[in-house]
Each structure stands twice: as structure tokens, then as C-alpha cells.
């Protein structure tokens, strides 16, 4: 059974940190690539970050480009979303996915979801 377990959500000032982590069970990480998508009330699902299986490419929305990262250590079949000076904006429930196809997790169509950890940013 293929289960992605997000952590590390809470609640934080504007211009803080937090580190989420999914955690990956059931597959091997290293032959799937793996995003992080938001969804904030009343707005659509919106990708936030992805990692590339082939070459540990990354992409991320122009809204967090340059305050977010993502990175994965296969060993631990984890991957990770560091975000640093959250804004008020950032506040969503944030899931990862993970797909074999790069395409398929890219147009919100992955295979495999968390549940999702809420973040929250205010003062």
C-alpha cells in the first residue's frame, strides 16, 4: 500500500519558517517524482514546488520562488518543502503527490497524495 504522510504544518508569524516532509511508504522514492501543491479556501489547487526523478530538477511557482525549496533524500524515502519568510499568502493546506510520469504530477494528476498539513501564517 503506497501512503504519503505530510508533517510539520503549524502556525507562524509572517516573515517565519517551517520545514514539511513527506514521507514516503510503499514505492521507492527514487524512481518518482514528487510535488508539493497548495490549496487555499475558496481557491484552487496550485502547485507549489515539484523534483524530478530522472536528475533531481526542480521548479517552483513564481509566488515562493527564491523563500521556498525542495529537496528529497532517497534513504529516508522523504521529501522535503523549506519555506522561509511565510507570508499571510502562504497560509493553505499543503499536499504532496508523487507520480512515475513527470507530466501526469506537473497537471495536478499524480497518482499518489498525502492527506495534507495546514499551514498557517499570521501574526
Aim: glycine share 12%; hydrophobic share 35%.
Amino acid at each position: 500500500q503506497v501512503r504519503l504522510v505530510e508533517s510539520g504544518g503549524g502556525l507562524v508569524q509572517p516573515g517565519g519558517s517551517l520545514r514539511l516532509s513527506c514521507a514516503v511508504s510503499g514505492i521507492t522514492l527514487v524512481h518518482y517524482s514528487i510535488a508539493w501543491f497548495r490549496e487555499a479556501p475558496g481557491k484552487e489547487r496550485e502547485g507549489v514546488s515539484c523534483i524530478r526523478k530522472a536528475d533531481g530538477a526542480t521548479l517552483y511557482a513564481d509566488s515562493v520562488k527564491g523563500r521556498f525549496t525542495i529537496s528529497r533524500d532517497n534513504a529516508k524515502n522523504t521529501v522535503y518543502l523549506q519555506m522561509n519568510s511565510l507570508k499571510p499568502e502562504d497560509t493553505a493546506v499543503y499536499y504532496c503527490a508523487a507520480d512515475a510520469v513527470y507530466g501526469k504530477l506537473l497537471a495536478a494528476r499524480g497518482d499518489y497524495w498525502g492527506q495534507g498539513t495546514q499551514v498557517t501564517v499570521s501574526s
